[in-house]
């Protein structure tokens, strides 16, 4: 193979072609630009044909590679595989499962022709109505960072690139493109950098994708302190950066920045937006406002990773991923992504059990988010396709009044489907109250069990509201609860809902209505296989929450989420500082509805053995999980962390490590050994990470409110760490 010298390509480059490497070709498709030759992805590189360098591809996204399914005057389909979305990948607290959905994306990435894939997207959800947390892991920047770091590598192994994304601090979509989020350094380095940073030093990856948002006055993209400071120099980032689609307003600021690459590119919309960015750097060179050196050094990152590519390598793509292959991993993930939130003897139900299912959200299943995190895939499968698949004995006639339902109603001038600007389908939320109380009864008469399935989308460009048939039910979804419920306890029949949702909803004022309650977030393709095979007990479910679940929209510590004014926030002041997530509510005495590591199982699991010791500067601890119940399943175990009190004030606990089991059976325990770097327990003091000396506590859970194993450790003298 021809060997690339990235130095020599430099000294080759005019300055104009060194301009181009840095600019998109603009967005391929849109504004009059040519689609790309991979139609569909969300950006390309210029090529330098002089020189024999081909255009890289660059495509979104989280929950799968996102492309155009079809092509003009083609026969042929390009459909990717629908992944869980990442939230409930972060559920499956299963790094091998991160790194194979990595893989098994990385492979459509590279066998589709393009290079780097636009993911894994990582912001904390700060607030549970940030409409993109479905793209998000977590509230815990630990979790965040390890489930990063697995995809990174299961997606880099298949020769294409990761993209970490967004850095950082952008944790609502109101204003994204504006607004000025203001926060302590100390938030920063503990919360909304800490996920980058373990995937950046963990899994290397091949680029980084700066935020929109202005992070304490300055644009991420623009923000030196965080693309060269912090990310490149403290943290040895040798990839490059590309800004997210559009952002900022100077293309040369960003370039001094350490802003290397300016997505996609304005070229064809100078109407649009100002100028072009070529010709705005090609001044800015001429004027003396940028330095040749300057745009050698992200010409140099830029180059130095594309190198690498498939499409600098002219890999012969053959358009034919193994699909199959991947939706079992998409099912496997799916499996171990469900979270069971509640089950009073009702769950696994038998096999051959009647069942009744309600909700409209049995055949219109959102199989994940819109906007850039949205998917292709060849087909979804409904909770009810998936029931009738599985051979449960769903009653007909109910689903057919679904139907029928849903039919008649998408007709109706106020329900059709609309195009959304971005051209994806809206489908208008229907009525769930529509059965009489007479049919509802008619149907607990004649089967053993209520399935109810309430669902949620949400997406890019847009939060979610504390409103009802958002954060709350709605007054016709309740309706449909208690009616269900009634009819069904009054014949003595269980009710179970499946929660179809990206992210939290109120569920206390409704959850004593029914008997189980099931978390499938929005699992992709495979979704209603996933649900038929957890709720026959077909598998375990061994999900756990990586965000909490509040009692309600009152109780969350980022209240003045998303900024001031209300209206149109120019700024959003991060006031409750560390305090995010279970740091906040455990350290101030509020208690969840479901709090952060939480999720049941069919089988019970004992700990025991625990073991506590300090290695010069590792924290060793083992313990021992037993499943003590009836059937085979697998435990996430958290170990958190309680500091001292000391100079600086700390949460109740911190997650810093976690182990899922294998598949334990009746009887079967598992040894775990965890090692902790004693750096990872220090806080950020100022200026560097102070590790203080004292008492700390071992905390090994099941949940985070779900302790089992206690132990401690003392350091005597206190140690600072650089940053
Ligand atoms: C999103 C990114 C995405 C990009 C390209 C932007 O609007 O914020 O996450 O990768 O578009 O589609």
């Not at 894994?120 to 947390?133: S, V």
């Not at 800015?284 to 330095?291: R, V």
């Not at 002041?573 to 305090?579: H, M």
């Not at 050994?673 to 506590?697: M, N, Q, T, V």
């Amino acid at each position: 193979m021809r060997m690339i010298n990235v130095d020599e390509i430099v000294s080759k480059l005019t300055l104009e072609e060194k301009v181009k490497i840095v600019v998109g070709v603009g967005m391929p498709g849109v504004f009059s630009n040519p689609q790309s030759r991979v139609a569909g992805v969300a950006g390309e590189t210029h090529s330098i044909p002089r020189l024999g360098l081909p255009s890289a591809i660059l495509a979104d996204g989280p929950a799968g590679l996102r492309i155009n399914p079809t092509r003009e005057n083609d026969e042929k389909t390009y459909h990717a595989t629908a992944f869980p979305i990442a939230v409930m990948l972060a559920s499956t607290w299963n790094l091998e499962i991160l790194e194979e959905v990595g893989k098994a994306m990385g492979e459509e990435v590279r066998e589709y022709g393009v290079d780097i894939l636009l993911a894994p997207a990582m912001n904390i959800h700060r607030n549970p109505l940030c409409g993109r947390n479905f793209e998000y892991y977590s509230e815990d920047p630990v979790l965040s960072g390890e489930m990063a770091s697995a995809f990174v590598k299961g997606v880099q192994s298949q020769g294409v690139g990761a993209c970490l994304k967004h850095f950082a601090a952008n944790n609502q979509e109101t204003n994204r493109m504006s607004v000025d989020t203001i926060v302590s350094e100390r938030a920063l380095r503990e919360i909304y950098l800490r996920g980058f940073e373990i995937a950046v030093k963990k899994s290397k990856p091949w680029s980084v994708m700066s935020a929109y948002n202005k992070l304490n006055g300055k644009y991420c993209s623009q923000n030196e302190w965080l693309l060269t400071k912090v990310l490149r120099k403290q943290w040895g980032f040798e990839g490059f950066v590309m800004t997210d689609w559009f952002a900022g307003d100077n293309p040369v600021e960003q370039l001094k920045a350490g802003n290397d690459l300016i997505m996609p590119g304005k070229v064809n919309q100078v109407n649009m937006f100002r100028k072009d960015e070529i010709s705005e750097i090609m001044e800015a060179l001429k004027e003396g406002k940028l330095s040749e050196e300057t745009l050698n050094e992200c010409v140099r990152n830029i180059l130095n990773v594309l190198v690498n590519s498939p499409s600098f390598k002219a890999y012969k793509y053959s358009n034919e991923p193994d699909l199959d292959a991947h939706a079992k991993i998409a099912h496997k993930a799916g499996i171990e992504g469900a979270v069971l939130l509640k089950n009073e003897n009702t769950l696994p139900i038998q096999k051959d059990a009647k069942i009744a299912i309600f909700g409209t959200g049995q055949i219109e299943t959102i199989k994940g988010g819109t906007g850039s995190g949205d998917t292709h895939p060849r087909y979804a499968i409904s909770v009810l396709e998936g029931a009738k698949e599985k051979g449960l004995k769903v009653d007909e006639e109910l689903a057919n009044m679904y139907e029928e339902y849903i039919k008649k109603m998408r007709e109706t001038e106020q329900y059709k489907p609309v195009q959304h600007p971005w051209g994806f389908l809206v489908y208008p939320k229907l009525l769930e109250d529509f059965l009489t109380e007479d049919e509802v009864k008619k149907f607990a008469e004649r089967n053993d069990l209520a399935i109810v399935v309430i669902s949620r989308i949400s997406g890019e460009g847009e939060d979610r509201k504390p409103i009802k048939g958002d954060f709350y039910l709605s007054d016709d979804e309740v309706k449909l609860l208690q009616v269900v419920s009634k009819q069904f306890h009054e014949v003595g029949k269980k009710v179970v809902v499946l929660l179809n949702i990206g992210g939290p909803i109120e569920m206390v004022s409704w959850r004593d209505l029914v008997d189980g309650i099931l978390l499938i977030w929005q699992a992709g393709q495979e979704t209603g296989r996933i649900v038929a095979d957890l709720l026959t007990g077909e598998a375990n479910p061994s999900g756990k929450l990586p965000t909490t679940f509040p009692k309600d929209y009152s109780d969350v510590p980022s209240w003045n989420f998303p900024g001031e004014p209300k209206e149109d926030p120019e700024r959003v002041i991060y006031e409750e500082d560390i305090f995010v997530g279970y740091r906040y509510y455990d350290t101030f005495g509020v208690e969840p509805a479901y709090e952060f590591g939480y999720g049941l199982s069919y089988t019970k699991f004992d700990y025991g053995d625990l073991k506590v010791s300090v290695d010069s500067d590792v924290l060793k601890v083992s313990y021992v999980i037993k499943n003590v119940g009836d059937m085979a399943g697998k435990e996430v175990s958290q170990v958190y962390i309680r500091a001292p009190k000391g100079k600086i004030d700390k949460p109740f606990q911190e997650l810093k490590a976690f182990h899922k089991t294998q598949l334990l059976n009746r009887d079967e325990f598992e040894e775990i050994c965890i090692e902790i770097p004693l750096r990872d327990l220090a806080s950020f003091d100022g200026e560097e990470w102070l590790l203080e000396k004292g008492e700390y506590e071992v905390r090994v859970g099941s949940s985070s409110r779900d302790i089992r194993l206690k132990g401690t450790f003392v350091l005597k003298e206190e140690v600072r760490f650089a940053p």
